[in-house]
């Protein structure tokens, strides 16, 4: 059950036999769809059979529009993100992070694993079952070695297939009608991460705006610069924030203070009565902040400016909402598989064509970064400026050491070709 559709095991036996109409399957080569092959395909699929309770499934009050704006040609890359944490915010998992292309080309043919990011991926870039389920079969081992074991609470999504071999894990979904209610990330842990991601790409198109790129170009970034981004974004997601989200959600018992996470105790998630600033808030006032420097260059005019909720809840964001054909499904499935075979078969990469990666810069070009940069901050009162004075210092010697070790492992025939 997913997006509030009640999965049968007659929709299992229709649906087997829509795809078989579309590979092609001769009738006298199909299976006989019994009751055991049922049982069998739920086993192997940790499929359970589960009662509804609760109102029923409601009909959103709007939809995902799928119309396309003429004359504005859209970006390929669309990345999936999944994000874990605790209650009191101690412990966040790193993003988990679905894009199309298994080594995009800003990866620089690295995977994604190699760069820092727990990263997969497939052709509509989608959260499924079988990565799911690598991702928290792998989080299940990591718990045993470390002797922990949590309860996971979870979305109610068709993509969420529990495992069935699971020991430190124990999994709970919300009831579909209710996780606008009760999930603790929709209650502004996500929209305090896009708020932030928001206010870093609209800085950025500033400073490029001021480096003297074309306000045509100024919003262009790649996979990996993006990946990074929201890493950052994802860091400043602070403690504060995830603890009140998960009191507003109200979800939590009133466990004595003697019950404690690492650092906080679960107790202060219900009774804490500090008044702060709102993160949430913060972060937003920091997203208007970014978007009046940009009014203010005048490369975006304020006729155009979008309103802070458009801008972090855009149109077409949410594409698992989206209705899908079962001709899409069997060709997401079928690209995915023939992209993995070639990848094993020839070694390739899987990369995405579509976006220009700037060439890295040279060694010397680097060493008269770090020259500028020191020059323009040596008379600066700032303590913040002696830290950077030495992170330069050390990065210059660095790069000497490394020049000087490719000039030793030069040698005179090298400069001399081969008749």
């Known amino acids: 059950m997913g997006d509030g559709i009640v ?8 649906k087997w036999i829509t795809f078989a109409n579309l590979v092609g399957i001769p009738d006298d080569d199909r299976l006989k769809l019994s009751n055991g092959w049922l049982r069998c395909f739920k086993d192997r699929n940790g499929l359970k059979e589960m009662r509804r309770h609760g109102e029923a499934a409601m009909a959103p009050d709007r939809g995902l529009s799928d ?3 003429s004359g ?10 999944a994000f874990t944490s605790n209650a009191d915010g101690s412990e966040k998992l790193r993003p988990f992070v679905i894009g199309k292309a298994a080594r995009p080309r800003a990866f620089n043919k690295k995977s994604g694993a190699q760069l820092g990011f727990y990263y997969r991926n497939n052709a509509k870039a989608w959260m499924t079952a079988r990565l799911y389920q690598d991702w928290i079969e792998e989080w299940d081992r990591e718990l045993q070695k470390k002797g922990r074991n949590i309860l996971l609470l979870q979305d109610n999504f068709s993509g969420h297939i529990v495992p069935p071999n699971l020991k430190n894990i124990r999994v709970e979904n919300f009831e579909p009608n209710l996780t606008v209610h009760v999930q603790p990330k929709d209650q502004g842990i996500i929209r305090c991460f896009k708020a932030h991601y928001r206010a870093r790409f609209i800085q950025r198109a500033v400073n490029r705006y001021d480096e003297g790129i074309t306000p045509a170009d100024i919003y262009d970034i790649n996979q990996l610069q993006a990946m990074r981004m929201a890493d950052e974004a994802w860091s400043d997601v602070d403690t504060t924030t995830i603890r009140n989200c998960w009191r507003k959600a109200g979800i939590l018992p009133a466990i004595p203070s003697r019950t404690t996470q690492p650092s906080i105790p679960i107790s202060s998630l219900v009774n804490d009565t500090s008044s702060q600033t709102d993160p949430i808030i913060e972060a937003e006032r920091q997203v208007e902040n970014a978007l009046d420097d940009l009014v203010a260059t005048g490369a975006l005019q304020t006729k155009n400016r979008m309103d802070i909720n458009a801008l972090l809840n855009p149109e077409g964001e949410s594409q698992i909402l989206t209705e899908t054909s079962d001709e899409e499904i069997y060709h997401a499935v079928m690209d995915s598989m023939k992209a993995r075979e070639n990848m094993e078969i020839t070694g390739g990469d899987d990369v995405d064509d579509d976006i220009i990666i700037e060439p890295r810069p040279t060694r010397r070009e680097v060493l008269k970064a770090v020259s500028t940069i020191g020059a323009c901050i040596e008379e600066s009162d700032d303590p913040n400026s002696r830290k950077l004075e030495a992170l330069l210092g050390s990065l210059n010697r660095q790069l000497r050491l490394d020049e000087t070790r490719n000039m030793r492992d030069t040698h005179l025939t090298d400069f001399f070709q081969k008749l």
Do not use: A, D, F, S
Not at 7 to 14: K, M, P
Not at 72 to 81: M, N, S
């Open 7 to 14: 999965l049968t095991g007659e929709i299992l036996r229709q």
């Open 67 to 69: 119309r396309k704006r």
């Open 72 to 81: 504005v040609k859209g970006k390929k890359v669309r990345l999936t993100y």
